[in-house]
C-alpha cells in the first residue's frame, strides 16, 4: 500500500488513518534496521537536497534509504554550489533532478520553496524543513516517539490522556507547530511555556479551538512542570531573528536540567528535535526520562516507512 499523497510538503497531509499506516510501517521498519535492512528499494536512488543546515535530518533520510538497498545522491550546499548560483530556477532544478532520482528530500530556509520545487519534479517531493514553514518528518517521529513510549497502545489511549508541555520558542519552531497539527486529533492536554514574545502563534491556538483541545499558556516553567506526561523542548531559533540581542535576551530563558527536572514526574519523558544551544543541559542525558537520542534512531525507521510509502 502506498501513503495517499505524491509530495509531503505539510504535516495536515496526515489524518489519524494515514499516520496509523505510516506509523505501523516504521513499526516494522524497526526491526528491518536492526537486522541490517533489506533490499525493496534496490535500484532506485534518493535525493538529499538542502539549502539549509542539518545533521539529523539529512543523514537520517540518507541512511533510510540505504538501509532499504536503495541508493543516495546528496548536495548539502545547493545555494552556493548548485546551478542555482547562475539563476536556474527552483523549478528547473525540479525538472532536471527528478531525471536522475525516484525521490527527493529537500530543506530550504524559505518558507514555501519546497511546494515551489514540487512544479518542477517528476518524483515525490519530501519537505525535510521549509524555513519558518513546517518539517513534517520531525513532527512524525517526534509523535512516533510517543507512541513507542506509550507502547503502541490505540492512538486514543496512547495520546488522549497526557498532558503535553511545550516550552521553549513556540512562535518560531516548525517542529512545535507539526507537532500540534498531528496530536490535535486525539484531545491531550497542551501547556504551552514561553516568553511571552515567543508565544503560540494564533493561527494554532485557534486549530486548538476548534478542536476542543484544552490548553493553557504561562511563561512560568516552575508552576507548571509537576503536570507534564510529555515535555516537547525547542531550541530558541537563532536563525529566525533579526537582532542577536534579542536571541540572545531568550537564548537560556528556560534550561531543562537535573534541578528543575526533580520537580518534574518519575514516569514523564523529556523529547526534542536538537540541535541544543543553552536550553537542554548534557548533565540530563543520562535520566531514563530523556529520550531525544531515541527520537533520533526512531526518526531513521520512520523515514523508512516513509519511502516505501511514497516511492
Ligand atoms: N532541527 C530542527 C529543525 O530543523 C529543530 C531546530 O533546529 O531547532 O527545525
Ligand atoms: N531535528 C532536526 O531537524 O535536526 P537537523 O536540523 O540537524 O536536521
Given at each position: ?65 540505504l ?49 515551489e520545487?514540487?512544479?518542477?519534479s517528476?518524483?515525490p ?10 518539517h ?10 510517543i ?19 511545550m ?113 537542554l ?12 537520542f ?18
Amino acid at each position: 500500500m502506498q501513503l495517499p499523497f505524491k509530495h509531503l510538503l505539510e504535516t495536515n497531509q496526515f489524518n489519524p488513518e494515514v499516520l496509523r499506516f505510516l506509523f505501523e510501517e516504521s513499526r516494522n521498519m524497526e526491526g528491518i534496521f536492526e537486522k541490517g535492512g533489506n533490499q525493496i528499494m534496490k535500484g532506485k536512488i534518493l535525493a538529499t537536497l538542502f539549502w539549509e543546515p542539518s545533521t539529523r535530518t539529512r543523514f537520517s533520510f540518507e541512511t533510510a534509504m540505504l538501509k532499504l538497498g536503495g541508493q543516495v545522491i546528496s548536495n548539502f550546499s545547493m545555494g552556493q554550489s548548485s546551478s542555482i548560483t547562475k539563476g536556474e530556477t527552483l523549478e528547473d532544478t525540479a525538472r532536471t533532478i527528478s531525471c536522475f532520482v525516484d525521490i527527493i528530500a529537500m530543506r530550504h530556509h524559505q518558507q514555501g520553496a519546497v511546494a515551489e520545487f514540487t512544479k518542477g519534479s517528476s518524483a515525490p517531493v519530501i519537505n525535510a524543513g521549509d524555513g519558518a514553514g513546517d518539517h513534517p518528518t520531525q513532527g512524525l517521529l517526534d509523535i512516533y516517539t510517543i507512541w513507542k513510549w506509550r507502547k503502541f497502545e490505540n492512538f486514543e489511549k496512547a495520546f488522549g490522556n497526557l498532558t503535553i508541555g511545550m516550552i521553549g520558542d513556540l512562535k518560531n519552531s516548525r517542529v512545535v507547530h507539526a507537532q500540534l497539527q498531528l496530536l490535535k486529533f486525539f484531545k491531550p492536554k497542551f501547556i504551552l511555556v514561553s516568553p511571552n514574545a515567543l508565544r503560540m502563534p494564533e493561527v494554532y491556538l485557534n486549530m486548538l479551538k476548534d478542536y476542543d483541545c484544552e490548553y493553557e499558556e504561562t511563561e512560568d516553567l516552575e508552576s507548571v512542570i509537576s503536570d507534564f506526561d510529555v515535555l516537547s523542548d525547542t531550541r530558541i531559533q537563532q536563525e529566525r531573528f533579526e537582532n542577536r540581542e534579542e536571541f540572545e535576551k531568550y537564548r537560556t530563558f528556560y534550561q531543562i536540567g537535573n534541578k528543575i527536572m526533580k520537580k518534574a514526574k518519575k514516569d514523564m519523558i523529556v523529547i526534542a528535535p536538537l540541535p541544543r544551544f543553552g536550553e537542554l543541559l548534557p548533565e540530563f542525558d543520562s535520566d531514563p526520562r530523556a529520550k531525544y537520542f531515541e527520537q533520533v534512531k526512531n526518526g531513521v525507521a520512520l523515514r523508512m516507512g516513509l519511502i516505501k510509502g511514497m516511492c
